[in-house]
């Protein structure tokens, strides 16, 4: 009698940009799947050297990886509404915002960002490792309303993300359009690098001013743009930029990170994001779970933000206790923060202990590190 053949892992799937990324010496991680740059550690670069770069200069990130789905039809809006917490209706053409989907009992099916690219046509941007999930969601939930077509269209966009204090001057020369006419959370289409018909958004998840621009996925065409941008930053220190990097500027910007201060398990009241969420909007999928919360005075645990006073780093998942010694909550982001030079992390803790501002204990393995609560975001970045 043969044995079974051992399972085969699904090949990760590939950016366009991957053979990019291994000419210049990435160090490779699979993330949700995806063959990805976690950071470049060649010419005096790495993690530390990416995020100061964003924060002082420009970066540049391969973020392909993400997912588009788009709404067509005269059912559009109604079904947007339906499976998001922010109201899609206030938005006009070229206007973008920070929403969710959530599921029954208003927590994350996964976070995302709602574009009106005009009547009845709105495009999704939701992340990478949730995208065939929440596709399935999606029409699960909507696919059966009259008048609405859905498409995943992630397979025929590369996104390229600029961030940086220079990274307007970056992109600038290489396209004519006004980038200074598009607003935080608006969008436009342009030329860029002698391509057509590409989405520049200047939406961002760095703490940073930076834009994204939407291309055509084929390798050609997608090389040649990031090689324009690397280009176009050199006279202002360009550098590349991995995951690495991208995770601790969203950390220091004090930005949730799905599976971390938001999944199916926290809901939108313990994860700290009221702001997006709009209650009269009308019906949507979890409200009437979130309506409760509030009627029973509000949520029994809140996200907040730690610095380290002691030595030590609060990783993700570490334990955190009251001083007094009873566990209250543990870590869902941890790390050194590069620009802020200190050690910094999010904790989702019991309201009593988030309310009180108190200092905490971080159990940083078998040892029990003091850290102080500090307001969120950790780094703000001055207006200009």
Same mark, same amino acid.
């Given at each position: 009698m043969s044995t079974p053949a051992a399972?085969?892992?699904?090949?990760?799937? !590939?950016?366009?940009?991957?053979?990019?990324?291994?000419?210049?010496?990435?160090?490779?991680?699979?993330?949700?799947?995806?063959?990805?740059?976690?950071?470049?550690? %060649? *010419?005096?670069?790495?993690?530390?050297?990416?995020?100061?770069a964003v924060r002082t200069a420009v970066g540049l990130f391969d973020v392909s990886h993400m997912g588009e789905i788009q709404f067509r039809g005269p059912g559009s809006l109604a079904a947007v509404q339906r499976i998001t917490m922010?109201?899609?209706? !206030?938005? !006009?053409?070229? &206007?973008?915002?920070? =929403?969710?989907?959530? *599921?029954?009992?208003?927590?994350?099916?996964?976070?995302?960002?709602?574009?009106?690219?005009?009547?009845?046509?709105?495009?999704?941007?939701? *992340?990478? %490792?949730? !995208?065939d999930k929440d596709y399935a969601w999606i029409r699960q939930q909507v696919g059966g309303y009259p008048g609405i077509h859905?498409?995943?269209? =992630? =397979?025929?966009? =590369?996104?390229?993300?600029?961030?940086?204090? #220079?990274? &307007?001057?970056?992109l600038e020369k290489l396209t004519k359009t006004d980038l200074s006419a598009i607003k935080n959370y608006w969008f436009t289409w342009g030329q860029v690098a002698g391509v057509h018909n590409v989405l520049i958004a200047r939406t961002g998840y760095s703490g940073e001013d930076g834009f994204e621009v939407y291309i055509p996925s084929d390798e050609a065409t997608t090389v040649k743009v990031w090689d324009a941008l690397m280009?176009? %930053?050199?006279?202002?220190?360009? #550098?590349?930029?991995?995951l690495g990097a991208r995770n601790t500027l969203r950390l220091e910007a004090g930005m949730s990170l799905y599976g971390h201060e938001i999944s199916d398990e926290i809901n939108v009241l313990e994860a700290g994001l009221e702001r997006w969420l709009k209650m009269d909007k009308g019906e949507f999928i979890g409200r009437e779970a979130l309506a409760k919360v509030q009627a029973e005075g509000g949520p029994k645990r809140k996200i907040i933000g730690l610095e380290m006073v002691e030595r030590g780093i609060g990783r993700d998942g570490y334990a955190v206790y009251s001083l007094e010694g009873e566990p209250i909550g543990q870590i869902t982001s941890g790390s050194p923060a590069p620009f802020l030079k200190t050690n910094i992390a999010m904790a989702l803790v019991q309201t009593a202990a988030a309310t009180s501002g108190a200092d905490v204990l971080v159990d940083v393995r078998g040892n029990r590190v003091r850290a102080k609560q500090v307001p969120l975001p950790f780094y703000k970045r001055a207006k200009k």
């Open positions: 399972p085969v892992a699904p090949a990760l799937k !590939k950016t366009a940009l991957n053979a990019t990324h291994r000419a210049l010496k990435a160090k490779m991680v699979d993330f949700g799947g995806w063959d990805m740059p976690v950071e470049y550690p %060649g *010419n005096g670069g790495g993690l530390i050297a990416e995020h100061m922010n109201d899609a209706s !206030k938005l !006009k053409d070229g &206007q973008a915002h920070y =929403s969710a989907l959530l *599921n029954p009992q208003g927590g994350f099916v996964d976070d995302i960002l709602v574009h009106r690219l005009g009547d009845n046509d709105y495009l999704l941007v939701v *992340n990478a %490792g949730t !995208k859905l498409s995943d269209y =992630s =397979s025929y966009y =590369s996104q390229l993300a600029v961030q940086g204090p #220079r990274a &307007q001057e970056t280009e176009a %930053g050199a006279a202002y220190g360009i #550098r590349p930029c991995g």
